[in-house]
């Protein structure tokens, strides 16, 4: 059983900035692709933001230019700085784990953003 942990959602203004972390076990987190998804009420889960292990990164257009995921290697952790943030940015944010065959999901964070 592989567990990511995450942290870091909450309530924050329009505007405002919040910071994700999700730490992974380092067997996983040395090779896996490590990514953000997230899903609105009545909505479908949504990709928003990938990093590889060898420090590429990939982004959403909903959220280019605002957030910016990085890779801590000495920690074992992921991050999601989220900057700008809009109402339609509320959603629960899920971390993922990939690999070729393997797929790993966090429990899950609440993100509100009031307007």
């Known amino acids: 059983q592989v567990h990511l942990v995450e942290s870091g959602g909450g309530l924050v203004q329009a505007g405002g900035s919040l910071r994700l972390s999700c730490a992974a076990p380092?067997?996983?987190?040395?090779?896996?692709?490590m990514g953000w998804y997230r899903q609105a009420p009545g909505k479908q889960r949504e990709w928003v933001a990938d990093?590889?292990?060898?420090?590429?990164?990939t982004y959403a257009d909903s959220v280019k230019g605002r957030f910016t995921i990085s890779r801590d290697n000495a920690k074992n952790t992921v991050y999601l700085q989220m900057n700008s943030l809009k109402p339609g940015d509320t959603a629960v944010y899920y971390c993922?784990?990939?690999?070729?065959?393997?797929?790993?999901w966090g429990q899950g964070t609440q993100v509100t953003v009031s307007s």
């Open positions: 993922q784990a990939r690999w070729i065959g393997s797929i790993y």
């Open positions: 380092g067997s996983i987190f040395s090779i896996y692709i």
């Open positions: 990093a590889t292990s060898g420090g590429t990164t």
